[in-house]
């Protein structure tokens, strides 16, 4: 099994992190489309993945760069059930 150096972990728990806060505003412009109640809940867990990518990075684990893909598909997933299922319309 392949080993990742200490650096190229590091580097990529990094950009994990930063991926991360570039998806904050998808989830801020979700108040257009999505309920408060649904928005609270988006941001608690956006404030959960960022914790794990903080986690990561202090880990300089490599884990850290899904953190960002995680969250896209979580918030799209979110808004995509909630216009199809529960109506929200913009």
Request: charged share 5%; aromatic share 14%.
């Amino acid at each position: 099994m392949p080993t990742v150096s200490k650096n190229a972990a590091r580097i990529a728990s990094w950009l994990g992190l930063i991926g991360q806060l570039c998806t904050l505003p998808f989830y801020g412009a979700s108040g257009l489309l999505a309920p408060t109640w649904a928005i609270t809940t988006l941001l608690l867990a956006w404030l959960a993945l960022l914790a794990t990518a903080i986690w990561s990075v202090r880990q300089n684990s490599p884990w850290g760069l899904l953190i960002p893909f995680l969250s896209i598909a979580l918030w799209f997933a979110t808004i995509s059930a909630g216009e199809a299922f529960l109506n929200w319309k913009a």
